[in-house]
Structure formats: C-alpha cells, structure tokens
C-alpha cells in the first residue's frame, strides 16, 4: 500500500455540538480534497462511551448539510473502507493492540485507578504534581513489565481488569515533518506512556485514530492544533506496526477576538456571536446560538471560516465553495493562531446579501412579506434595501416604511434638522410635487435640485426633512427611488401628516 493518492478526514467525536473551529477543520480538509482530485471521509470517532452526546452526530451531518460540504464516504453515505463509525469496527482494535504487546512496543497495566489515584496524590506531597504513568515510573507500578510472567498470565485467565500502555521508548528523538509548521522534534523522555487499549474493551483514541486511518488509507491528516502533542505517539504507532505514515497539517488555533486565548464555546454568546454553525440546546435547556438561525447565507459563513487561517495570497476576498477548493493549498496556511473577527463575519455576510439579486431575496422571504405587500413590489423592496441590509429580516425591518406609514420621526433628526423655516420649505415642494406629473426618481430629482437653486439652498436643508416626513428616520436608501416606489398620492398623505405631527412634536418640545 502506498499513500499516493489523497485521502482525507474529518474525524469528530460526537461529545457535543460542532463548534465552527471543527467545521473549519472539516472545511480544509474538504478543500484539500477538491483541490486534489483526492477524497473527503467523514469518521466518527465514538470510542469513548461516556463522553458520547445523543444528537451529537446529527448534528454534524446538518452542519454539513447547511456549509455544502458533502463528505464523499461516510456514514449514511457508504464507502469502501466503512463502516465509518468507530463503535462499528470495534472489532478490528484488539488484534493491532495484541500485535504491540507480542513485539514489545506495548504491555498490560493492572493498576486500578485508586492506586493510579494514590500514586498521583503521593506525587504531589512530594512536589511532584505532573506524574506520569512513564517509561520511570512504569517500574514501580503493577504491570507486565514488573510482576513475573505467570502472575501476569493468571491475572488474565482470571479476567482481571487491564489496560494496555504504549511502551514509550526511552531517550529517543520522534521526528516528523508538519506540513503546516516544519519539522517538529520531540524526545521520548517527555512523553507518557499512553493507553492504547481500555478495560471496557475499547481502543482509546489514539489507537483507534491510527488503525483507521490506516486502514482508510489516509494519506494527510489535517487537524486542530490541540492534537499536536499527540502527533509524536502517533508517529511511533505508525513505525511501531511497520505501517507507512500519512503527512500531517496542524491547523492553527482559533483565538477570541481581543487575542487572548482560544475561542471557547462560551465566548460567543458572551461576547455577541455564535461560535457554533447550527443553534443546538443542552440537555438542560441551554441554548447555544448558531450561524443559521442568526441569519447567515451559509457562502457567507463558509467564506468567513476559509480566511480564518489561510489566505489566497491575493487581494480576492470573497470566494465561493468552488473558488475555494480551487484556490487552497495548506502552504498558505498560518502557523500562528487565527483571530476571529465578529465584524469581518458581518461584512461577509453583507457582501453575499448584496450580491444576492433581488428576485433571490423575495423568493428567500417568501411568506414574510406582510400581506399587504403586492407581489409586483417584493422585489423593489429589496433591491431598494439589500444595499443596506446584512441580514435577510434587515430588508422588512429596516423598510418597514416602505409599506407602513411611519408612526414615528426621529427625534434626534428633528432636533438637529428641523429649523424654523423648514416647514414653510416643505410646503412650497409639495407644490411642486403636485404638479409632477410622471412620478419617476428622475423627475422627481430633477424638480427637486430645479427647487433648490431657485431657493439657493443646499441639498440636505430639503432632503432630509423631506426624508423624515415620508419615512420616518433619518437615512435610508435614495430618497427619489423611495418616492417613486411609493407614488405620489402616498408620498403627500405622508408628507402633510408628517407636517402635521413634527409641528407638533416641535410645539410641544
Ligand atoms: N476525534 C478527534 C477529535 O474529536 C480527532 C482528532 C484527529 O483528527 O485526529 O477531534
């Protein structure tokens, strides 16, 4: 067997909701296929029973669903290298657990853990809080290594509970080239020795990450950083079973946006931003926020996510799912830790509103249109907002007036806008407007710079009261395209009653 061709996986433990730091991993790794003509293989990684979160592998498979990264094996999808759920190939750990011990790179532990507990707690009164179950200590503890072969033997026969270690070398150096970081070198004189093999009759992660991705050919691993100080027990694993190893490509972490320390699941709703793709809610009710239900385009999220670690080296920014793939390389990708940007994430998602066409949009709202919006109007709506909107609800929020009359006037507009003479101004352009007779922006504007250069004045003296009168507020997308829109009967209901209230407002104040 030979790694030439490029497979990869995403190998998450369903302990929980995918954070978006995961589905970035899943990301690269997807576009390192595409790129590669090579294979993208999700694999759940559930060895671990009592860390398993029901819904937790839905979870991830809707994550995916929403970001368009479509896994070509996996579970529910197929493959030849399946099944691709650890649990389903429980049988197939033991026997590279067996083949360790018999060539001496591993060995069985019978410590219980209130010895190992013991052992820890007499560490420490003796100022040693760190210890490990290692190549020293491995000598004064109960394993296969220090008690005579036939007790060994017995203690099995007898189904006493093990586990089985990695024998960790002594004094070697564990060298290995990171595709992303260099060549990394780490002594064995630092590294415990780890259990491979359960006594629930499980594999622990590490043994069972290495045996599949060995036997699904995988020839990168692309993983969070997190994973790196476990590279170097996989690295011995590989050579330990004569097995070629795959490359690895550890991703840099994702750090909260004031840069200190990573983004944790809890930093988002604290700080105001989901740092999970899908809203999911604990078993106790507690509701984590997600991308989708906030109002993300998916592009958008996915885009964000593809720049928080790796550049095209261009000044290109916005790139769709296919831009990606054909773009990525994991030499563009940072070392250093990727800051995550809330605001950057708002931008992203406004570029794609904006780029969306405005028949998309109608068509995205659907039955959220008031009822008494026409469906001849929907799109003028939202050609008429889009350019201001970041999100979809941002469009009917934000031109409410468009169909409902304003029931207010900003009042700091008023104060700052409003003066003595403004209302006799306003009076003498709805004489004008009445007399327009093809109510069109153009004309509009046209009689409008007419009125002001016979008036000398300047644009906004008129444009912003008369933006008030009609909408309500004090910004809002072209002021003769909103008339237009509106027509002229609606536009003078608007402006008088308008009149009408301001004077009020300003009588009263
Ligand atoms: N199951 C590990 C996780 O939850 C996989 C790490 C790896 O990719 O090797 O992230």
């Known amino acids: 067997m030979s790694l030439n061709k490029v497979r990869v996986r995403f190998a998450p433990s369903p302990t929980g909701p995918l954070h978006m730091g995961g589905v970035r991993t899943a990301l690269y790794n997807y576009l390192f296929a595409k790129k590669n003509n090579g294979t993208f293989i999700l694999r759940i990684e559930d060895t671990d029973q009592t860390r398993f979160v029901k819904g937790a592998q839905d979870y991830i498979l809707d994550a995916f669903k929403w970001c368009g990264i479509t896994p070509d094996e996996g579970p529910g999808i197929g493959g030849e290298y399946g099944p691709y759920i650890q649990s389903e190939r429980k049988d197939i750990y033991h026997e590279y657990a067996q083949i360790l011990i018999d060539t001496n790179k591993a060995y069985y532990a019978f410590d219980t853990s209130d ?8 560490a420490k009164k003796m100022g040693m809080p760190n210890w490990q179950y290692n190549g020293v200590s491995r000598m004064n503890m109960r394993n296969s290594l220090t008690l005579p072969q036939s007790e060994v033997e017995t203690l099995i026969a007898n189904n006493t509970p093990y586990v089985i270690r990695m024998k960790m070398p002594r004094n070697e150096d564990v060298r290995f080239e990171d595709e992303i970081r260099g060549w990394v070198v780490v002594n064995t004189n630092n590294l415990d020795d780890k259990v491979l093999f359960k006594s629930d009759g499980m594999p622990t ?3 069972a990450n290495i045996v599949d991705d060995h036997a699904m050919e995988i020839s990168h691993v692309i993983r969070g950083e997190e994973w790196l100080p476990s590279a170097p027990l996989h690295v011995l694993l590989y050579d330990a079973l004569n097995w070629e190893r795959p490359k690895f490509a550890h991703l840099p ?3 909260r946006p004031d840069g200190n320390g990573k983004l944790s699941k809890r930093d988002g709703d604290r700080l105001g931003f989901p740092v999970f793709p899908l809203d999911w809610t604990t078993i106790d009710g507690e509701l984590y926020s997600g991308y989708r239900e906030k109002g993300y385009f998916p ?12 550049n095209p080296g261009t000044q290109q920014e916005i790139f769709s799912l296919k831009e990606l793939s054909n773009a990525f390389s994991l030499e563009r990708v940072s070392k250093g830790g990727a800051k995550f940007d809330p605001d950057k994430t708002k931008w992203f998602q406004q570029q794609y509103i904006r780029a969306t066409s405005a028949e998309d949009l109608s068509k995205m709202l659907g039955n959220n249109f008031p009822t008494e919006v026409v469906d001849s109007e929907k799109e003028t709506i939202c050609s008429l907002m889009k350019e201001r909107a970041t ?3 941002d469009i009917l929020k934000d031109g409410a007036y468009l169909f409902d009359r304003p029931k207010e006037y900003d009042e700091k507009v008023i104060a700052k806008k409003w003066k003595a003479h403004t209302a006799g101004l306003i009076e003498d352009w709805v004489k004008i407007i009445e007399e327009i007779n093809e109510f069109s922006a153009a004309n509009i504007e046209s009689e409008f710079k007419a009125f002001l250069e016979e008036k000398e004045l300047g644009f906004g003296a008129v444009l912003l009261p008369f933006r008030l009168l009609v909408t309500g507020v004090g910004a809002g997308p072209g002021m ?4 237009e829109f509106l027509g002229k009967e609606e536009v003078l209901t608007r402006i008088k009653s308008g009149l009408l209230n301001i004077k009020q407002i300003k009588n009263e104040a």
């Open 115 to 122: 010895e190992l507990t013991k052992m820890r707690d007499e």
């Open 205 to 207: 992660y590490h043994l």
């Open 253 to 255: 972490l994702l750090l």
């Open 299 to 310: 592009e958008a999220f996915i885009n964000m996510l593809a720049f928080l670690g790796w």
């Open 391 to 393: 999100f979809l609800d």
């Open 480 to 483: 003769f395209d909103i008339a």
